[in-house]
């Protein structure tokens, strides 16, 4: 009886560990069981370095996450699943950022003033894809190219 009595005691100790630790992990891995809140869908140019579960903010302040990332018609689709506690109005912005120059990228969505809201499945109309770093550093190391071929053109001699 009492070899049995320990046996059980030492089983309830174990499934309450593994319990405990697989909510660790689950909390700690940021990882959702359960989908909570509602998904908009947003297309970009581009979402370079970009990845699924990065965050989405307004005001600094997560509001959710990135869900999926596919291409629909040359373009970056995003599925962003948004907290049920934010609305957001359908004129609403969503765009790519950088913490830092070299940082991990995010949502930034700049709610409009519209009074219709954006429900499941809606989509964010106006979005801005991040700047191409090498684009921007050509620009202000070589100067504008482009510009300074079509003066040669029009030169005469």
Do not use: W
């Amino acid at each position: 009886m009492n070899q049995s009595r320990t046996e059980l005691i030492v089983g309830i100790f174990v499934i309450t560990g593994i319990l405990c630790l697989g909510y660790l992990a689950i909390r700690l891995g940021k990882v959702e069981i359960l989908g909570s809140g509602y998904v908009v869908i947003a297309d970009f140019a581009s979402v370079a370095g970009l990845k699924v579960g990065d965050a989405v903010e307004i005001a600094g302040v997560k509001v959710g996450r990135v869900e999926s990332i596919s291409l629909h018609d040359d373009r970056a689709r995003l599925a962003l699943r948004i907290d049920d506690s934010v609305k957001l109005p359908e004129d609403s912005i969503a765009s790519v950022r950088a913490r830092g120059l070299i940082g991990d990228k995010f949502i930034v969505i700049s709610p409009g003033g519209s009074d219709k809201l954006l429900g499941l499945g809606g989509k964010i109309r106006e979005t801005e894809s991040p700047p191409d770093i090498s684009e921007v550093i050509g620009k202000y190391l070589g100067g504008d190219l482009t510009s300074k071929s079509e003066t040669k053109k029009g030169e005469t001699k």
